[in-house]
């Protein structure tokens, strides 16, 4: 065991003084509390005070409160020692607890989480029976621990008994987290990952690998390292690091994680790059031009997620759904269990996930390879294969996919939605949106409108006026559009599916804005009023000695120092002198300066004056359709700067939240995250490089192994609007080639005025349909359930082209059985194993499918039997 020590980082760093008052500003009345509270450990509870005060709880509060606090049901309530430290925290909290403090708690747990679907409804109801007199908590003793333990948890933990699952009660400021070993570990699997993944993001369906499966193999990196790595330390600029700092720790892995986790997500400009190439066939797109580029947009995202932090990090309403599994998962690898019976379930998380991810990696060789039938089951078609109406209704490859039992692969029942981590009612109301988009495709297609029945039903390809895939290059001449070329040959047509989904989009903007700006404004004007003060603390003091939310995680990071605002909107000015020197050095990209600012600024202003993520992508087409018409590669190029002012922020977002659920140092996760966009930058140059050379028709629609590049064909990313809630859909539904042809090449205008005049309406609907849920919320709220959410309807529309309800129906399912059923009738064993079981499902498909990829399908080993 080396010398921890060695490691400690100096105490002024991570700590406040003891006895430091922190002022919180998320409430009317400033509330202050001392910071040596945040240290208070097991041997400082008053263990017979707490043992006296549990044996006198009935056996139906002993039940409740185990249920509530996530345990199981084999506690013997006479013993003490059954009490693990979080039982000990909470009955310790409820005991000092007086019940003013508990009417004040509920009172600003009303005003925060006011229209918040997370919340639970049963707490809320409570919540309200207390405060409107109906429940008297000093009646009993019983009520009155009841009370005190729903003020508890949502005062000292969390009101999300989702968030509860994965996060502690305590934070330990000397547990290691940047070590020379999870560096190291982060670093070898980020560059797997981050080529793994480029490389299979031309694969339809894709095939990802995520922070879950990468926590899976970090984990006996840093076990192994634990073992056989000698306890010394090592000198690194004056500074003694061990290299062996004892067992490996929970932080460790999830600051592996999180650095992971940023260097893996998708590289936007990688749809530049291959469209370029595959589609314009350009030959001046050098690698100097790409590492320009990249380096540009991915630090443009990199500072803007630190500048959204306020808005979409720090509001407890932001929970992240999406970050749980991977929470849940390295806690059932890293942290200790206490054995314990729920709902019939021994079986540990960590035994458990182990059993669920062997399960699904053999499993997925039979809709992978084996029974690829399984996949896309359109059972349905097989019953008359020649009917052509019934393929375009039932079909799952280019129909509409109407099919009760439509697939067997979890890859295919995921990727649409998250099942396991998005809310319920997220899911149905994407659900929901896809049914209204079936009949709005159906009733597009068989009306013939703008000759969209001679073309395929459902798929993102544009057509000529004779049904053939449309060549782009034949209206251009030296990468600009050419009316006398562009008469001869063809205006692009879009399937009935693409224009139901462009007008989806079209429609979302001026709703989002508004609907949002309407729903959030509290939230909205406090993380601005937040902004500013931070703006001003800046000239004033470079440290950060105050915590601006009240909730549990936030004081439990109080400790730690926060990064300046300064050295995010620095790397934005960095990132936007490299994106000057893009253009200005290849001229090929017919780019002017002015097109760069002219897009990023108005997109600043929208995003901060309303704290509402969208993705731009799809306004940024418009502005610079209309600014820069006729100009495909220009449009694209700024394009990819805009987009990454939330869109790419949103993986860096994603893994700050992460880090706070986690307590990782925010100064560190900062250096990490760097760290991680460079080393992502290398990485992805040299795979899709060599993807691009080496596979075999690539692009090509018929590709034998499936790279037919579906996201380059028409790329328009999902809106991020949800910023109070974040639940996004795990796969973006991606539009490229098609709209640089739509917006850049053909243009707005012509689009607007000539082919499709209907889509300019779609703006108009969807500001109208914005005034109408407005005036619904403010005068007739109840006419509207909080779980109610018209925007993730509209998104739901925006699937199809290519994807369809094959896509949905199976994770729809699997929401009624876990999301619904399961959290409801059995909370305990839901927050113990759900999370766990998205993350082994997810992990299962990832390993098995690289590994048919790599053994059975890159060099072909075909089978030839029907399935």
């Given at each position: 065991m080396?010398?921890?020590?060695?490691?400690?980082?100096?105490?002024?760093?991570?700590?406040?003084q003891?006895?430091?008052?922190?002022t919180?500003?998320?409430?009317?009345?400033?509330?202050?509390?001392?910071?040596?509270?945040?240290?208070?450990?097991?041997?400082?509870?008053?263990?017979?005070?707490?043992?006296?005060?549990?044996?006198?709880?009935?056996?139906?509060?002993?039940?409740?409160?185990?249920?509530?606090?996530?345990?199981?049901?084999?506690?013997?309530?006479?013993?003490?020692?059954?009490?693990?430290?979080?039982?000990?925290?909470?009955?310790?909290?409820?005991i000092?607890?007086?019940?003013?403090?508990?009417?004040?708690?509920?009172?600003?747990?009303?005003?925060?989480?006011?229209?918040d679907?997370?919340?639970?409804?049963?707490?809320?109801?409570?919540i309200h029976?207390?405060?409107?007199?109906?429940?008297?908590?000093d009646?009993?003793f019983?009520?009155?621990?009841?009370?005190?333990?729903?003020?508890?948890?949502?005062?000292?933990?969390?009101?999300?008994?989702?968030?509860?699952?994965?996060?502690d009660?305590?934070?330990?400021?000397?547990?290691?987290?940047?070590?020379?070993?999870?560096?190291?570990?982060?670093?070898?699997?980020l560059?797997i990952?981050?080529?793994?993944?480029e490389?299979?993001?031309?694969?339809?369906?894709?095939i990802?690998?995520?922070?879950?499966?990468i926590?899976?193999l970090?984990?006996?990196?840093?076990?192994?390292?634990?073992?056989?790595m000698?306890?010394?330390n090592i000198?690194?600029?004056?500074?003694?690091?061990?290299?062996?700092?004892?067992?490996?720790?929970?932080?460790e892995?999830?600051?592996?994680?999180?650095?992971?986790?940023?260097?893996?997500?998708?590289?936007y400009?990688?749809?530049?790059?291959?469209?370029?190439?595959?589609?314009?066939?350009?030959?001046?797109i050098?690698?100097g031009?790409?590492?320009l580029?990249?380096?540009?947009?991915q630090?443009?995202?990199?500072?803007?997620?630190?500048?959204?932090?306020?808005?979409?990090?720090y509001?407890?309403?932001?929970?992240?759904?999406?970050?749980?599994?991977?929470?849940?998962?390295?806690r059932?690898?890293?942290?200790?269990?206490?054995?314990e019976?729920?709902?019939?379930?021994?079986?540990?998380?960590?035994?458990?996930?182990?059993?669920?991810?062997?399960?699904?990696?053999?499993?997925?060789?039979l809709?992978?390879?084996?029974?690829?039938?399984?996949?896309?089951?359109?059972?349905?078609?097989w019953i008359?294969?020649?009917?052509?109406?019934?393929?375009?209704?039932?079909?799952?490859?280019?129909?509409?996919?109407l099919?009760?039992?439509?697939?067997?692969?979890?890859?295919?029942?995921?990727?649409?939605?998250?099942?396991l981590?998005?809310?319920?009612?997220?899911?149905?109301?994407?659900?929901?949106?896809?049914?209204v988009?079936?009949?709005?495709?159906?009733?597009?297609?068989?009306s013939?409108?703008?000759?969209?029945?001679?073309?395929?039903?459902?798929t993102?390809a544009?057509?000529?006026?004779?049904?053939?895939?449309?060549?782009?290059t034949?209206?251009?001449?030296?990468g600009?559009?050419?009316?006398?070329?562009?008469?001869?040959?063809?205006?692009?047509?879009?399937?009935?599916?693409?224009?139901?989904?462009?007008g989806?989009?079209?429609?979302?903007?001026?709703?989002a804005?508004?609907?949002?700006?309407?729903?959030?404004?509290?939230?909205?004007?406090?993380?601005?009023?937040?902004?500013?003060?931070?703006?001003?603390?800046?000239?004033r003091?470079?440290?950060?000695?105050?915590i601006?939310?009240?909730?549990?995680?936030?004081?439990?990071?109080?400790?730690?120092?926060?990064v300046?605002?300064?050295?995010?909107?620095?790397?934005?000015?960095?990132?936007?002198?490299?994106s000057i020197?893009?253009?200005?050095?290849?001229?090929?990209?017919?780019?002017?300066?002015?097109?760069?600012?002219?897009?990023?600024?108005?997109?600043?202003?929208l995003?901060?004056?309303?704290?509402?993520?969208?993705?731009?992508?799809?306004?940024v087409?418009?502005?610079?359709?209309?600014?820069?018409?006729?100009?495909?590669?220009?449009?694209?190029?700024?394009?990819?700067?805009?987009?990454?002012?939330d869109?790419?922020?949103?993986?860096?977002?994603?893994?700050?939240?992460?880090?706070?659920?986690?307590?990782?140092?925010?100064r560190?996760?900062?250096?990490?995250q760097?760290?991680?966009?460079?080393i992502?930058?290398?990485?992805?140059?040299?795979?899709?490089?060599w993807s691009m050379?080496?596979?075999?028709?690539?692009?090509?629609?018929?590709?034998?192994?499936?790279?037919?590049?579906?996201?380059?064909?028409?790329?328009v990313?999902?809106?991020?609007?949800?910023?109070?809630?974040?639940f996004?859909?795990?796969?973006?539904?991606?539009?490229y080639?098609?709209?640089?042809?739509?917006t850049?090449?053909?243009?707005?205008?012509?689009?607007?005025?000539?082919?499709?005049?209907?889509?300019?309406?779609?703006?108009?609907?969807?500001?109208?349909?914005?005034?109408?849920?407005?005036?619904?919320?403010?005068?007739?709220?109840?006419?509207?359930?909080?779980?109610?959410?018209?925007?993730?309807?509209?998104?739901?529309i925006?699937?199809?082209?290519?994807y369809?309800?094959?896509?949905?129906?199976?994770?729809?399912?699997?929401?009624?059985?876990?999301?619904?059923?399961v959290?409801?009738?059995?909370?305990?064993?839901?927050?113990?194993?759900?999370?766990?079981?998205?993350?082994?499902?997810?992990?299962?498909?990832?390993?098995?499918?690289?590994?048919i990829?790599f053994?059975v399908?890159?060099?072909?080993?075909n089978?030839?039997?029907?399935?």
């Amino acid at each position: 065991m080396s010398d921890k020590k060695a490691f400690e980082p100096p105490v002024e760093e991570f700590e406040l003084q003891k006895g430091t008052v922190i002022t919180t500003l998320n409430s009317h009345d400033e509330v202050s509390f001392d910071v040596a509270d945040l240290d208070k450990t097991a041997t400082e509870f008053d263990e017979e005070k707490i043992k006296d005060y549990f044996s006198k709880l009935s056996d139906e509060s002993t039940a409740h409160f185990l249920k509530e606090t996530g345990h199981g049901d084999d506690l013997n309530h006479d013993n003490k020692d059954d009490l693990t430290f979080d039982l000990k925290f909470i009955l310790d909290k409820i005991i000092n607890m007086s019940n003013k403090k508990v009417l004040d708690i509920y009172q600003n747990t009303s005003k925060h989480h006011q229209n918040d679907p997370n919340f639970p409804t049963e707490s809320w109801e409570y919540i309200h029976n207390v405060l409107d007199k109906k429940i008297d908590v000093d009646e009993t003793f019983e009520e009155n621990f009841k009370a005190k333990l729903a003020a508890s948890l949502i005062y000292h933990h969390s009101p999300y008994p989702e968030v509860r699952a994965v996060t502690d009660l305590s934070d330990d400021p000397n547990e290691p987290v940047e070590t020379i070993r999870s560096y190291t570990i982060a670093v070898i699997w980020l560059i797997i990952g981050a080529g793994i993944n480029e490389f299979f993001s031309h694969r339809q369906p894709s095939i990802y690998l995520p922070s879950s499966v990468i926590s899976v193999l970090m984990y006996p990196c840093g076990k192994l390292w634990e073992l056989i790595m000698p306890n010394c330390n090592i000198n690194f600029f004056g500074k003694k690091l061990p290299l062996n700092p004892g067992p490996y720790s929970y932080k460790e892995q999830m600051f592996a994680t999180t650095l992971t986790t940023v260097g893996t997500s998708s590289v936007y400009v990688s749809y530049n790059i291959v469209t370029q190439v595959k589609f314009y066939h350009l030959k001046w797109i050098s690698f100097g031009y790409q590492l320009l580029l990249t380096l540009s947009t991915q630090t443009m995202g990199f500072a803007f997620a630190g500048i959204l932090r306020k808005f979409v990090i720090y509001p407890e309403r932001a929970i992240w759904p999406s970050n749980l599994a991977t929470l849940a998962l390295n806690r059932a690898l890293l942290k200790p269990e206490r054995k314990e019976v729920i709902n019939g379930w021994k079986i540990s998380k960590y035994n458990f996930f182990w059993t669920c991810f062997l399960g699904m990696f053999a499993y997925y060789w039979l809709p992978g390879y084996l029974f690829t039938a399984l996949s896309s089951f359109s059972w349905i078609s097989w019953i008359a294969p020649y009917n052509f109406n019934l393929d375009v209704v039932t079909g799952s490859s280019a129909g509409l996919g109407l099919n009760p039992l439509s697939t067997f692969d979890w890859n295919v029942m995921q990727f649409l939605v998250n099942p396991l981590t998005m809310p319920f009612y997220a899911t149905m109301n994407v659900f929901l949106g896809m049914v209204v988009g079936f009949f709005v495709v159906l009733g597009i297609y068989y009306s013939n409108h703008k000759w969209s029945a001679y073309l395929p039903v459902n798929t993102n390809a544009i057509f000529t006026n004779t049904g053939e895939s449309f060549d782009v290059t034949k209206i251009l001449t030296n990468g600009v559009f050419d009316n006398t070329k562009y008469q001869k040959y063809s205006p692009p047509f879009y399937t009935a599916a693409s224009l139901a989904s462009y007008g989806s989009f079209y429609m979302i903007y001026p709703f989002a804005f508004l609907f949002n700006s309407y729903k959030e404004w509290d939230t909205i004007k406090f993380a601005l009023q937040f902004m500013v003060n931070d703006f001003k603390e800046t000239f004033r003091d470079f440290s950060f000695k105050k915590i601006k939310f009240d909730d549990p995680q936030s004081r439990l990071m109080a400790r730690y120092k926060e990064v300046p605002d300064w050295c995010y909107w620095s790397i934005l000015v960095v990132s936007l002198i490299i994106s000057i020197l893009t253009v200005k050095i290849y001229p090929e990209t017919k780019t002017p300066v002015w097109g760069v600012f002219f897009t990023i600024v108005p997109l600043c202003l929208l995003l901060a004056v309303t704290g509402v993520q969208l993705g731009l992508n799809v306004l940024v087409e418009l502005i610079g359709g209309y600014a820069l018409p006729g100009n495909p590669i220009a449009l694209m190029t700024i394009k990819a700067f805009g987009y990454n002012i939330d869109g790419q922020a949103d993986n860096f977002v994603s893994c700050q939240k992460m880090a706070h659920y986690s307590r990782i140092p925010t100064r560190a996760l900062f250096c990490g995250q760097i760290v991680g966009v460079l080393i992502q930058v290398f990485v992805f140059l040299g795979v899709v490089n060599w993807s691009m050379a080496n596979v075999e028709d690539m692009c090509a629609v018929h590709q034998k192994q499936k790279f037919t590049c579906p996201n380059e064909r028409t790329y328009v990313l999902l809106p991020l609007f949800f910023f109070p809630l974040e639940f996004c859909t795990n796969k973006n539904i991606n539009r490229y080639y098609s709209a640089s042809v739509l917006t850049g090449v053909i243009g707005p205008k012509r689009v607007f005025e000539g082919l499709y005049p209907a889509l300019k309406w779609t703006f108009f609907i969807g500001f109208m349909l914005a005034l109408l849920f407005v005036a619904l919320k403010r005068w007739y709220p109840k006419m509207i359930s909080d779980y109610f959410e018209p925007q993730l309807m509209i998104l739901g529309i925006t699937h199809y082209g290519p994807y369809n309800l094959s896509y949905i129906l199976g994770g729809f399912y699997a929401a009624v059985a876990m999301m619904f059923y399961v959290k409801r009738r059995y909370l305990a064993w839901f927050e113990k194993y759900n999370y766990v079981l998205s993350a082994a499902l997810s992990a299962g498909v990832a390993f098995s499918a690289v590994i048919i990829f790599f053994t059975v399908q890159f060099h072909p080993k075909n089978l030839d039997w029907w399935g």
